[in-house]
């Protein structure tokens, strides 16, 4: 099994809702990545994840909450977005410190309204 | 700081025609060099990579891509492309201390 899984694949919210991502991989990686990505635009790193530790935080508002439960899983929490989250969000996941070779998965299409 | 560009926001050209889409760094140190491709409706995939070697990189699909060193590039060709090759490209970056950062991409569409 060589896929990460995201669900949903599309997402529709309000800006006072509470929603969650999630991403699902069975490959052994130690490492998980969320990334946004907006239309026309190149992939956007957001957090890291290694042996199940936040590692990188690139500055996103607190209004993104990543969690790790385990080391298959990686979820997104999301609340009181704004309509320019709108974005694809990407999940990856890799061996640790073996981040060239990234395995993402096909995304979760979020429409804020 | 590290950045990655890419020449070309928007190429459309025939089946059986060639392609090169360029990709330039500004990083003085050691780096390892990506590109990725994005099918319609599809995620990111790799396509090809440099660590070091030669810096002729066969990938996926009949690409290839060259590093030149002096010119900080890191461009990427494919002979003859198809329909199917009609995708998003992104050359990435990744010095040895930092994240893997991604070009701006190149829309690419091959007609028939």
């Known amino acids: 099994d060589t896929e990460v899984t995201q669900t949903p694949k599309h997402l529709v919210m309000g800006m006072t809702n509470k929603k969650s991502l999630k991403c699902e991989q069975h490959m052994g990686h130690r490492a998980m990545y969320w990334y946004k990505q907006k239309a026309k635009k190149p992939p956007e790193l957001m957090f890291v994840?290694?042996?199940?530790?936040?590692?990188i935080n690139e500055s996103v508002p607190s209004r993104f909450s990543p969690e790790c439960p385990n080391s298959s899983l990686l979820n997104l929490h999301l609340h009181a977005l704004q309509p320019e989250d709108s974005a694809l969000y990407l999940c990856a996941s890799s061996q640790v410190g073996r981040e060239e070779k990234l395995f993402f998965g096909s995304g979760t299409q979020l429409s804020v309204l | 700081a590290q950045s990655v560009s890419q020449h070309n926001h928007h190429v459309i050209l025939s089946e059986a025609a060639s392609l090169e889409l360029g990709c330039n760094y500004s990083y003085g140190g050691t780096v390892n060099l990506f590109w990725y491709v994005q099918y319609p409706g599809q995620h990111l995939q790799l396509l090809l990579k440099?660590?070091?070697?030669?810096?002729l990189v066969k990938g996926i699909k009949g690409f290839e891509a060259e590093f030149i060193k002096s010119k900080f590039s890191f461009n990427l060709r494919k002979p003859s492309v198809q329909w199917s090759d009609t995708a998003e490209y992104f050359c990435?970056?990744?010095?040895?201390?930092?994240?893997?950062?991604f070009g701006a991409g190149t829309q690419v569409v091959v007609t028939p």
């Open positions: 990435a970056v990744k010095s040895s201390w930092g994240k893997l950062q």
């Open positions: 994840y290694s042996y199940e530790k936040l590692s």
């Open positions: 440099y660590f070091s070697g030669d810096p």
